[in-house]
């Protein structure tokens, strides 16, 4: 079975720009869930989705924002980008009966 | 969910066993621990997770104390790929599959 997939992998933007990830949960699974990782804030929760709707979300400001689709596929999206938001964006998956979660490779974004 | 403290870091010889701890003394009644493990660059692994009972699986074993109040994570025969930040955690067993991560432990596994 096919891992967590992430695209893309790497990202360089400039300040003010937007950005959108995407990530391919593995077959059959119906949560997906965003992290951050940075060096100095470690890896900091963003958002999760089940079944299409938005199950909780991090403390993070409404500039990042994320849906997921019916095929379980997610997208997060964040807006007027800051020279802080580089940092390393990982999608994890769980089949939503186990409790377990599966991470991708992440996306290594860098704000310019 | 409840707080785990962790070693900042460990060393272990190749070959040999690691031991893991994890204190998680606030620990609740429907709360799992789980494991997982971030090699330098990649995305978290899942490793084990466990309720009251001792676990075992490919990867690892994990020890749970009677009181449920502490834990231990042991890689019976580490390698140099065990090279890791180990990361636990508590979650609870129904609700939101958020994840708190810490700053887990940093084992180095020695030639």
């Known amino acids: 079975k096919a891992g967590v997939t992430q695209t893309p992998r790497y990202l360089i933007k400039t300040r003010g720009q937007q950005v959108t990830l995407s990530c391919s949960p593995i077959?059959?699974?119906?949560?997906v869930s965003w992290y951050q990782q940075t060096p100095g804030q470690g890896l900091q929760f963003l958002f999760e989705y089940f079944s299409e709707t938005q199950r909780n979300k991090g403390n993070f400001p409404g500039r990042f924002s994320g849906r997921q689709f019916s095929n379980s596929r997610s997208e997060m999206n964040v807006s007027t980008l800051e020279l802080g938001d580089s940092a390393l964006y990982l999608c994890?998956?769980?089949?939503?009966?186990?409790?377990?979660?599966?991470f991708g490779p992440g996306t290594r974004l860098t704000v310019t | 969910d409840a707080k785990t403290t962790q070693p900042t870091s460990m060393d272990c010889a190749e070959g040999r066993a690691a031991n893991l701890p994890c204190n998680h003394s606030t620990i609740s009644g429907n709360e799992y621990v789980y494991w997982y493990r971030q090699i330098h660059s990649q995305g978290p692994q899942y490793i084990i997770h466990g309720l009251k009972n001792n676990e075992t699986n490919e990867m690892a074993s994990l020890i749970i104390t009677e009181d449920r109040k502490s834990s231990t994570l042991i890689l019976p025969h580490a390698t140099l790929r065990d090279t890791a930040v180990y990361y636990c955690?508590?979650?609870?067993?129904?609700?939101?599959?958020?994840?708190?991560f810490g700053k887990g432990t940093k084992l180095s596994v020695i030639p």
């Open positions: 077959s059959g699974h119906r949560s």
């Open positions: 955690i508590a979650l609870s067993g129904a609700g939101s599959y958020q994840l708190t």
């Open positions: 994890a998956s769980s089949s939503g009966t186990g409790r377990e979660q599966y």
